[in-house]
């Protein structure tokens, strides 16, 4: 009979060692290569750099920065915090790190405060809000959490909400709670839950028909209810639902002019009073090309349509506490333009009929314009985009 060679202790302690070697390169490849699909900086494209703009009551360039760290680095919100600078949300290069979700701190001027990576978060941070003691609060994906940080970019406290199937998104509730918004891809459909202050549930409701949910698919509202968003079941018609402050569905709405319709705002206007703002495509030509249409839809608390028009402007769009829209026009319009497909031509500062107040050019090294965001002086930063200046994303390293 054949005699098997002896596995002495450390011989075993060895293999061990290999095959936890083996199974952490074969995780590493596929995190790599599955996040390669919603990175910026894949093979032979260039990776972005982050630019911030600030503009003044009149629409003229206060400062500019630009943040660059050498590899891809993506933004995706930002926020004014009480001393007068900014937290920006992003993630770190998927290409050459395991993912990990981002937060930059800018002073009033636009300079670097920290930069902190969150690799125990993974992927990037959903939605990004103003918190307390002059931090902020804001989502994670896996797992499924509300995340308060403090003024230095610590976590002071997690509440989790979900399993990792779930997409979800969150939003601050008017009394210190918070809503949460999570799609279950299984049963295409989400849940919506209240949680108070003390990160326990209130209420829910759950098998809604919503999916493909979005950073903006929920908004907190004035009586302590909200109103959420998200695509019908064809993914094509855009859904809303108005819940009052304990749970009820006080209306539903269904909007849509076309094949390819896109979310863009919701915003409480006067209390009980809700304009909703989306895209949707129509074809022109010769040569046929699509267009990306914006529409606007004002709705009473009752869910009556009491207003419809189409503002001359493309997202990204929020509207100033006085009810002006800070927006982008483009040269042309183009299929595409709110995932960041061509470059905006100008910023503008427009009324509720249609006069613009101010309309800013664009930089033009930048590739996006990101979020619009009103300040305390009458003001909006900007986060924005541009191609980083070293050239193309090398994927042999």
């Given at each position: 009979m054949e005699r098997k060679p002896h596995r002495t202790p450390a011989?075993?302690?060895?293999?061990?060692?290999?095959?936890?070697?083996?199974?952490?390169?074969a995780a590493y490849l596929?995190?790599?290569?599955?996040?390669?699909?919603?990175?910026?900086a894949q093979c032979g494209l260039p990776p972005t750099d982050i630019q911030v703009m600030k503009l003044g009551p009149d629409g003229t360039v206060q400062w500019k920065s630009r943040i660059d760290s050498g590899e891809d680095d993506p933004a995706y919100e930002i926020v004014p915090v009480p001393d007068g600078g900014y937290v920006l949300s992003g993630r770190n290069d998927f290409r050459i790190h395991l993912p990990a979700a981002r937060l930059i701190q800018l002073n009033s001027s636009g300079g670097v405060v920290w930069d902190r990576s969150y690799p125990e978060y993974q992927g990037a941070f959903h939605g990004?809000?103003?918190g307390p003691a002059g931090g902020v609060v804001t989502g994670a994906i896996s797992p499924g959490k509300i995340l308060v940080l403090d003024a230095d970019g610590n976590v002071s406290r997690?509440?989790?909400?979900?399993?990792?199937?779930?997409?979800?998104?969150?939003?601050?509730?008017?009394?210190?709670?918070y809503f949460v918004l999570a799609?279950?891809?299984?049963?295409?459909d989400s849940s919506l839950k209240s949680l108070g202050p003390d990160g326990r549930e209130r209420w829910s409701r759950d098998a809604l028909p919503l999916i493909a949910l979005h950073e903006r698919s929920i908004l907190s509202v004035s009586d302590g209810g909200c109103l959420v968003a998200g695509y019908a079941d064809d993914v094509q018609e855009l859904n809303y639902f108005r819940f009052d402050s304990s749970g009820r569905v006080v209306w539903n709405a269904m909007l849509g002019k076309s094949w390819d319709n896109r979310p863009i705002l919701m915003a409480e206007i006067r209390p009980g009073t809700f304009e909703i703002l989306y895209e949707s495509a129509r074809q022109s030509g010769p040569p046929p090309i699509n267009i990306l249409e914006?529409?606007?839809?004002?709705?009473d608390d009752n869910g009556t349509l009491v207003q419809q028009w189409m503002p001359d402007?493309?997202?990204?769009?929020?509207?100033?506490?006085g009810q002006d829209y800070l927006a982008v026009r483009f040269r042309e319009k183009d299929a595409g333009s709110s995932y960041g497909y061509g470059t905006p031509h100008l910023i503008v500062r427009m009324r509720e009929d249609g006069m613009f107040v101010w309309q800013t050019p664009v930089p033009?090294?930048?590739?996006?314009?990101?979020?619009?965001?009103?300040?305390?002086?009458?003001?909006?930063?900007v986060l924005g985009s541009s191609i980083q200046k070293s050239g193309l994303f090398s994927c042999s390293g």
């Open positions: 011989r075993r302690w060895l293999s061990a060692i290999l095959i936890g070697i083996a199974c952490g390169v596929f995190i790599v290569n599955f996040t390669t699909a919603f990175s910026t990004l809000f103003p997690e509440i989790p909400f979900a399993g990792y199937e779930y997409s979800s998104i969150i939003a601050p509730d008017t009394d210190g709670g799609e279950n891809f299984s049963r295409r914006t529409f606007s839809a004002t709705f402007i493309s997202p990204p769009i929020t509207k100033t506490p033009s090294d930048w590739r996006a314009v990101i979020r619009i965001v009103p300040t305390r002086d009458g003001g909006c930063v």
